[in-house]
T-cell receptor, first 111, second 113 residues
Framework: GDSVTQMEGPVTLSEEAFLTINCTYT??????LFWYVQYPGEGLQLLLK???ADDKGSNKGFEATYRKETTSFHLEKGSVQVSDSAVYFC??????????WGLGTSLAVNP | EAGVAQSPRYKIIEKRQSVAFWCNPI?????LYWYQQILGQGPKLLIQ????????DSQLPKDRFSAERLKGVDSTLKIQPAKLEDSAVYLC???????????FGAGTRLSVL
């Protein structure tokens, strides 16, 4: 069945450092790919999405490119801030529109 | 536009007690989801409603969990009786019909002692 694999955390960075969180997927069809973020004590928020190969999703300085050849959707940000500290989830949605989730990657950014 | 509303935010109960959670989705969203999120894991879908009909409840422990969505708007999720392993955050999400973007509420954090 479909699955999502994310790099394990926690990830600890200093402010203004470059961030990469790896995500790879397995799917039988042509899924849509998502990054959701969960700030402490809050629900999940959609951060960005991509619906087809080579699409780039971007929001709040974060980017991720849908790479069909490597089945990846890595999340990147050029300069992280303390306010980016959160748990990041990679997910896919296939033909049935159900979300398949990764386990989440915790990010802590120190000033 | 108001987001997905959930209550209560926190609940502490003893094992074998019952508990209920409430969710009000975004206005006009036909699809409603209940997820269980155990600490350190991704969300696990418990049940999906399309209007007031159940689309998928394959992972709902039906011996103790129940959910309803009367009139196709608000929904309640009940656990009776609760077990220690039910300690988790219960998330409600909604989406418009046919869409693959889900919008989440803040969740209810349940602690079973």
């Amino acid at each position: 069945g479909d699955s999502v694999t994310q790099m394990e955390g926690p990830v600890t960075l200093s402010e203004e450092a470059f961030l990469t969180i790896n995500c790879t997927y397995t799917a039988t069809g042509y899924p849509s790919l998502f990054w959701y973020v969960q700030y402490p004590g809050e629900g999940l928020q959609l951060l960005l999405k991509a619906t087809k190969a080579d699409d780039k999703g971007s929001n709040k300085g974060f980017e991720a490119t849908y790479r069909k050849e490597t089945t990846s959707f890595h999340l990147e940000k050029g300069s992280v801030q303390v306010s980016d500290s959160a748990v990041y989830f990679c997910a896919l949605s296939d033909y049935d529109r159900k979300l398949i989730w990764g386990l989440g990657t915790s990010l802590a950014v120190n000033p | 536009e108001a987001g997905v509303a959930q209550s209560p935010r926190y609940k502490i109960i003893e094992k074998r007690q019952s508990v209920a959670f409430w969710c009000n989705p975004i206005s006009g969203h036909a699809t409603l989801y209940w997820y269980q999120q155990i600490l350190g894991q991704g969300p696990k879908l418990l049940i999906q409603f399309q209007n007031n009909g159940v689309v998928d409840d394959s992972q709902l422990p039906k011996d103790r969990f129940s959910a309803e969505r009367l009139k196709g708007v608000d929904s309640t999720l009940k656990i009776q009786p609760a077990k220690l392993e039910d300690s988790a955050v219960y998330l409600c999400a909604s989406s418009s019909r046919g869409a693959n973007i889900q919008y989440f509420g803040a969740g209810t954090r349940l602690s079973v002692l």
